[in-house]
């Protein structure tokens, strides 16, 4: 499948910060981002490509054909794309993904092989939000250990996909950092006892990348080449490149197949989707879920977006059947803002004795 990725490459350290309040002397950690910092940022380019001005908290002047392209704070509008990843250079641009959390490791005299989960069919099944489960586990009682990294290189990725040997790897070249910040009152004077510290990234030949196959979105943002991401709107070039890749396509129509979150998915059922089917093929097992909280800034209205609680990237949904759909899961809200993105893989039942 041929997609395009859009790079975008900060001149400096970024911010994206939890979604709560904090007090004097909070630590305040940044978290890995989600679509909203990504599209306010390229609407934001837009208005400036077609000469609109920005008011602080104030909805920008345009017209009802430029409000249907940047949409608002519950639509994406015409822009689709699906992220934010890691990218990084090192002579070839390396692109991570959040590694399926049905991985692990088995170490045997020094020999590291990294392993998918099978799943044990049980009698009694597991319950987990009102579904009931078999069980991926890891069939090695010696040896085997939580896989180290939350990352997986695309090249890895088409191995695993392809069922061959594969490997994890996450990016060598995200930096964290912490920062010193004070509070300020409204006459810019320093607020008593209003000293926090935070965290930031900062990349070393690299940032973010998303993903796109859609031509409007293209056209639209043809001529674009930064935006101000994160916060205190910090600038990040802005490129553009092809790529190929089969990850977003079923292995084998004749096999059970496995999806992988890329992106957080808002299911009806928290986890999952209530049905416990993911378009009618039925849900096995599940591995990794855990819920995010996610939200944003909704300009338009000057105040914060709703806290969603998604399903994490990462979390692995074994089906009983094949997939003949695409890469996005159609239960999950918030399809236009990228969630609900998958990647593919297969699975098998285990075959020896527990």
Request: glycine content about 8%.
């Amino acid at each position: 499948m041929k997609m395009t990725a859009v790079y975008f490459e900060p001149e400096d350290w970024l911010v994206f910060r939890e979604i709560r309040r904090f007090n004097p002397s909070d630590r305040v950690e940044s978290i890995f981002p989600s679509p909203f910092p990504f599209y306010g940022a390229l609407r934001s380019a837009l208005l400036r490509k077609w000469g609109v001005k920005l008011k602080y908290a104030k909805s920008p002047e345009i017209s009802d054909e430029q409000r249907e392209i940047l949409g608002n704070a519950n639509n994406a509008g015409k822009l689709r794309l699906f992220g934010p990843f890691i990218f990084e250079r090192d002579g070839n641009v390396r692109h991570y993904f959040p590694a399926p959390k049905n991985i692990y490791k088995v170490t045997d005299h020094c020999k590291k092989e990294y392993k998918e989960m099978p799943v044990l069919m049980l009698d009694k099944k597991v319950e987990a939000d009102e579904l009931k489960l078999d069980l991926a586990w890891k069939p090695e009682y010696n040896g085997a250990s939580e896989a180290e990294s939350a990352f997986i290189e695309l090249n890895e990725f088409e191995r695993l996909h392809r069922g061959e040997s594969f490997t994890l790897d996450g990016p060598r070249g995200l930096r964290t950092e912490n920062q010193i910040g004070v509070g300020l009152e409204k006459d810019k004077h320093v607020k008593e006892g209003m000293i926090y510290s935070i965290t930031r990234y900062r990349f070393v030949d690299g940032g973010f990348f998303m993903l796109t196959d859609d031509e409007e979105t293209l056209k639209l943002l043809e001529g674009i080449d930064g935006v101000f991401l994160g916060g205190k709107q910090r600038w990040a070039n802005v490129k553009f490149c092809e790529m190929e890749t089969h990850i977003f396509e079923p292995v084998d129509l004749n096999r059970p197949v496995a999806v992988s979150l890329l992106t957080p998915a808002l299911f009806d059922g928290g986890i999952a989707p209530k049905s416990g089917q993911i378009s009618n093929k039925q849900i096995v097992a599940i591995v990794g879920a855990k819920k995010v909280a996610i939200s944003g800034w909704d300009l338009e209205n000057n105040t914060n977006k709703p806290i969603y609680h998604a399903a994490a990237p990462g979390s692995v949904y074994y089906l009983n059947g094949s997939l003949d759909t695409g890469a996005t899961l159609q239960e999950s809200d918030l399809t236009d803002f990228g969630f609900g993105k998958v990647a593919f893989m297969s699975w098998e039942y285990f075959k020896g004795e527990v």
